[in-house]
C-alpha cells in the first residue's frame, strides 16, 4: 500500500511507547477512542485531529493490579501525554484521587517508563476532571492537599487552558 502524506495520519509517540509496555501492549486507540461513553465530552482541545491517541489505563490494568486504584487514562495531544482521572469532585473522593495518584506515578516510573517519558515538560500532565457536582471548598484543607500534589479539579480537561 502507497503511503500518501494527505492521508497519513500524524505519528504517535504514545502507540510506541504503549507496545513496548507488557501491562498494557495493544491496547492503544486511535483519537478519543479509549475514553468511555459519554466522559469523550470532558475532553475539549483546540484542534482534534492534534488528538492522536488514548489508552485505558484503569481497563488495561486492571487483571494485573484488581485492587489497586488504578488512574483512568492517557491521552496524546501534540505529541505530549497527558493523564486524566475521571471522578466525582467530592471531598470523600480526595483519598482515593491521591491513591490513584500515587499509583499512577509508581507504575509510570516501574512498569511504563517509555509512557512516563512522553509526559509534558512545560504543562502539568496529572489532571482530575470530576464528574457531577463539584464539593470542595477552595480555602479548604482539601484543596491545599489537592494543591500541594499539583491536582486542580476541573469540569473539563481544556488543553487550551493547561
Not at 51 to 67: E, F, V
Request: charge should be positive; proline fraction near 6%.
Amino acid at each position: 500500500m502507497k503511503n500518501d502524506a494527505t492521508t497519513q495520519t500524524p505519528e504517535s509517540l504514545l502507540k510506541t511507547a504503549v507496545d513496548k509496555t507488557e501491562d498494557v501492549k495493544g491496547q492503544f486507540k486511535t483519537g478519543l477512542g479509549a475514553i468511555k461513553g459519554n466522559e469523550k465530552q470532558k475532553f475539549v482541545v483546540p484542534d482534534t485531529r492534534m488528538i492522536t491517541g488514548s489508552l485505558d489505563i484503569d481497563t488495561s490494568t486492571a487483571t494485573k493490579y484488581p485492587q489497586a486504584n488504578r488512574w483512568d487514562y492517557a491521552v496524546e495531544y501534540d505529541k505530549e501525554t497527558f493523564f486524566i482521572e475521571v471522578h466525582p469532585g467530592s471531598t470523600s473522593e480526595i483519598p482515593t484521587i491521591i491513591a490513584k495518584l500515587a499509583w499512577l506515578k509508581q507504575w509510570l516510573k516501574e512498569k511504563a517508563p517509555e509512557i512516563n517519558a512522553l509526559k509534558p515538560k512545560n504543562k502539568q500532565p496529572y489532571h482530575w476532571v470530576y464528574t457531577r457536582k463539584f464539593a470542595i471548598l477552595p480555602n479548604s484543607k482539601y484543596a491545599r492537599e489537592l494543591a500541594q500534589k499539583h491536582l486542580t479539579p476541573v469540569k473539563q480537561w481544556n488543553y487550551s487552558s493547561l
